[in-house]
């Protein structure tokens, strides 16, 4: 018997190449690139709504509601994605998402009407990203790792969230100085870029390479390599219809649709405008965003490092009080310069910002299965984009309606208190880890 780098016994006839670096490093570190590579195109359409209003005249709402469209998509490919990457394989699947992202930020370039922007933007950019979303990050990390699944979880959550913030001042000065589309065709030439590691590094399963997940061990071997037979999208609505029995799927969907309200919904989206409406300029106000990713990785991997160590349900419910905290302070703190207490409002938030996922994924890890477990957090993270979706047309109705955004971040932070209460009533039952053909009602 060998072991493997971690030190977990592996049974004979699987080499585990226990002297050097565990393949399974490999694909994480092609995973986070592929996700900050997409996450290029997400951080274009903040930037650019004064842009495109000033250009062409349409409204906060009209470009709100394509926005919406993407980030709808974005989460309901995404269990459809983790179906798809079971029968077809993730380096195809990735593939064909980094074309589509490239296709639909290129052809921005060439519209003159509110529909090519809702296509564009809307349609063809939201299936692709949608088909690397978080279910990605559930997949890999379900395959790959027994081992430090956590970690590894935070690591990802932090490239996926994070590459879109850090994009933020360079598309914004391109924006300025070159115009919008220069900035588009930025995000295009991104996503493309990745391809070439996709095809070359990125594998499906450990079984393809006669290994075992890193850490795994009898007790635990991770999840077998599902086999390619029947329908991805009924295998995909079978999943969502068994796991609709669980009172814990709804708990977690409905706080996860808080968490897209709060996050790509309202701030990743308007704070831009908001700020801009107070006299910052706006290369300003993006930078602040790019600040909020690079705590975001910070925030990011520690919850996942926390998650390993700590009841995951009470993360949750402390990132969604201090998130709401956060929130109901920030009109207070618009103004055209920044104030040190705006600094605070940003580590903060950055810290917060997508630290829920690392302890959400471990619950759906935990109540519905390693088999299954991707495809249910596909659905719940499905759940986060609709919230974003609402997010998104609704703060830009309010700004056109009432010409501000307060009564969109006051209502954002009485939801972030309702998604910390949801997120405590879910109950702890261990129990061993599901089949793919059982998913246990909890």
């Known amino acids: 018997m060998t072991t493997t780098s971690a030190g977990a016994p592996t049974s004979p006839g699987h080499d585990e190449r226990p002297e050097g670096l565990h393949w399974a490093w490999v694909v994480a570190a092609v995973a986070f690139v592929t996700l900050v590579g997409a996450a290029a195109f997400r951080s274009v359409p903040g930037v650019l709504i004064e842009?495109?209003?000033?250009?062409?005249?349409?409204?906060?709402?009209?470009?709100?509601?394509?926005v919406s469209l993407n980030l709808m998509l974005f989460g309901l490919m995404s269990p459809f994605a983790a179906a798809l990457m079971d029968r077809f394989g993730v380096r195809p699947v990735v593939t064909f998402a980094l074309?589509?992202?490239?296709v639909g930020s290129g052809l921005t370039v060439f519209m003159t009407e509110p529909w090519q922007l809702i296509l564009c933007w809307g349609l063809l950019v939201g299936l692709g990203?949608?088909?690397?979303?978080?279910?990605?990050?559930?997949?890999?990390?379900?395959?790959?790792?027994?081992?430090?699944?956590?970690?590894?979880?935070?690591?990802?959550?932090?490239?996926?969230a994070t590459g879109q913030l850090i994009f933020l001042p360079v598309v914004a000065w391109l924006a300025t100085n070159h115009g919008w589309r220069t900035a588009?065709?930025?995000?295009?030439?991104?996503?493309?870029?990745?391809?070439?590691?996709v095809l070359l590094f990125l594998r499906n399963h450990p079984a393809d390479m006669g290994l075992r997940a890193l850490g795994a061990t009898d007790a635990d071997p991770g999840p077998p390599p599902h086999q390619q037979v029947g329908s991805s999208a009924g295998r995909a609505l079978g999943v969502l219809r068994d796991a609709a029995r669980s009172r814990t799927f709804w708990l977690l969907s409905g706080g996860f649709a808080i968490c897209g309200m709060t996050t790509n919904g309202l701030i990743a989206t308007h704070f831009v405008p908001a700020a801009h409406d107070h006299g910052m300029p706006a290369t300003t106000a993006a930078s602040l965003l790019a600040v909020v990713g690079i705590f975001d990785v910070v925030g990011t991997i520690a919850s996942g490092w926390l998650t390993d160590k700590v009841d995951p349900r009470l993360l949750l419910v402390g990132y969604y009080v201090l998130r709401g905290v956060g929130l109901m302070t920030l009109p207070a703190l618009m103004a055209p310069h920044v104030a040190p207490s705006m600094w605070v409002f940003i580590i903060v938030y950055g810290l917060d910002w997508v630290a829920t996922v690392p302890p959400t994924v471990a619950l759906c890890r935990e109540h519905f299965g390693g088999g299954v477990g991707p495809i249910v957090f596909g659905w719940v993270f499905a759940s986060h984009q609709i919230g974003a979706a609402v997010a998104a047309t609704g703060a830009g109705v309010v700004r056109d309606v009432t010409g501000g955004y307060d009564p969109a971040f006051y209502a954002a932070a009485g939801l972030c208190a309702v998604a910390g209460l949801m997120s405590y009533a879910i109950r702890r039952v261990p129990t061993p880890a599901a089949t793919p053909e059982q998913v246990p009602v909890s």
């Open 99 to 102: 074309v589509m992202v490239s």
């Open 51 to 66: 842009p495109l209003h000033d250009e062409f005249g349409w409204s906060h709402g009209l470009i709100g509601s394509a």
């Open 129 to 160: 990203t949608g088909s690397m979303s978080m279910a990605f990050v559930a997949t890999i990390t379900s395959r790959w790792f027994v081992a430090r699944r956590g970690l590894v979880s935070g690591i990802l959550t932090a490239g996926n």
């Open 184 to 197: 588009a065709l930025l995000a295009a030439l991104a996503s493309l870029a990745v391809i070439p590691l």
